[in-house]
């Protein structure tokens, strides 16, 4: 009978998980860290805001954004590609993990631009403004309503984007979980649009929001093409 040998041993799983954590902290996190920092940055020097609030929350804003699309980029592209989707991709995971920081941090530090020490204000009017239903039904209040559901979503999603929670929920159930990225991906440019109408966006930044959208839905709707055309293919063998 052969001997097999130490180095045709399988290593073991505490060793294949260092090893997987510390390929993703070097190819993904570290560029991703890189990467945002940047983009945060260059937004953040450029914007002719006097507020620091007010600079850190457009600059937090498109970086998630960006982030929150390349999450449903990465599923469709492999499809594409030919390769095989697994049901959780650590690149995929990686960037929701960074999409979910800035967009927290947005929300934070959103919420202290417009009504100072008074974030209610936010979704309800003042007394003082006489109205019936308090709860604001402009598109002010239409905006910061659909961006607290998105957020909600995306703590959902953030806190479950780990090896821990596919464990206990299983794979079918964490998967059904995180197709609530699709509505988190409506929400926030629903919200997004909210604002760039509010604001009088400048065209570059609408354009960007614009081009991401289209992109999400042109690769979202060949990935359910190839996929059907797949299940099709199975059926008939």
């Known amino acids: 009978m052969p001997i097999s040998s ?8 505490a060793t294949r998980r260092t090893t997987r954590l510390t390929r993703r902290l ?6 991703l860290l890189v990467a945002t920092a940047f983009a945060v940055f ?15 929350s457009f600059s937090t804003a498109y970086p998630a954004l960006v982030l929150l699309v390349m999450t449903l980029w990465i599923g469709p592209w492999n499809l594409l590609r ?30 202290c631009v417009h009504m100072r020490g008074r974030p209610w204000l936010y979704f ?23 961006g607290s559901i998105a957020t909600i979503i995306l703590l959902l999603l953030f806190f479950t984007s780990n090896d821990y929670a596919l464990r206990r929920l299983g794979t079918v159930r964490w998967k059904h ?10 929400f926030a440019f629903l919200h997004t649009i909210a604002y760039q109408t509010m604001e009088k966006q400048h065209v570059p930044f609408v354009i960007t929001v614009a081009v991401c959208g289209a992109i999400t839905l042109f690769l979202q709707a060949l990935g359910f093409q190839r996929r059907r055309a797949r299940t099709t293919s199975r059926v008939q063998v």
């Open 177 to 186: 979980l995180q197709r609530w990225n699709y509505l988190l991906f409506l």
């Open 6 to 13: 130490a180095s045709n041993a399988e290593p073991p799983m």
């Open 124 to 146: 309800v009017y003042q007394r003082s403004e006489g109205h019936t239903f308090p709860l604001r039904h402009d598109i002010f209040g239409f905006a910061n309503e659909i």
């Open 42 to 56: 260059c937004l953040y020097v450029t914007r002719p805001y006097p507020d620091v609030i007010a600079r850190l």
């Open 26 to 31: 070097l190819t993904h996190h570290l560029c």
């Open 82 to 111: 030919g390769q095989r989707t697994p049901i959780s991709s650590d690149l995929r995971r990686d960037v929701g993990i960074w999409a979910g920081i800035l967009g927290i941090l947005h929300t934070v530090i959103g919420l």
